[in-house]
């Protein structure tokens, strides 16, 4: 993937400009997860639909949770809209992380020092637009291990 410097995001996504609402990928995924038990991510370019026109279309779209890539789907402007969806899994190992790291950029990191088990990771869609270039968002989920019974919560930080 292109490097992050040339990489667009929504400025304020409770304001979001004609282009933003055409370009930000949008990222459909369950607020908690169990470690080990795959999860399905839709990803859709947009609140308003992207054209997929011969001059103007996206691309790809490629999605990584807690920085590694889940998986790229390359698109043709023929084939109407601008989604994807990908089948992730969270693991143990994502869980047992020591240290606490809060990114504006790159969102938000892992917490496992609280004991209860889980932790807070960042899902993170990015698309190419032929015209428009790269456009990135992200999400934060929980994943919850499978060793830790139904209910019991993280509480560090903000609740995403």
Known sequence: MSSDIN???????????ETEKKHVPVIEAPSEVIAGEPF???????????VMEDDHYIQWIELYLNG???????LQASEGKAEAT???VGTEEMISAREIRNCT??????CGICGT???IVNLRAVESCNVHGLWEDSKGIEIISSTTKAGKKCTWGPQL
């Not at 990489?7 to 400009?17: C, P």
């Not at 590694?68 to 390359?74: A, F, N, P, T």
């Not at 950029?105 to 892992?110: K, Q």
């Open 40 to 50: 399905d991510v839709k990803v859709t370019v947009g609140d308003i639909p992207h």
């Open 117 to 119: 088990r889980s932790a």
């Open 7 to 17: 990489i667009q995001r929504a400025k304020d996504h409770d304001n979001l400009t």
């Open 86 to 88: 990908f089948t992730a």
């Open 68 to 74: 590694d890539l889940v998986g790229r789907k390359e």
């Open 105 to 110: 950029i790159h969102g938000f990191g892992v």
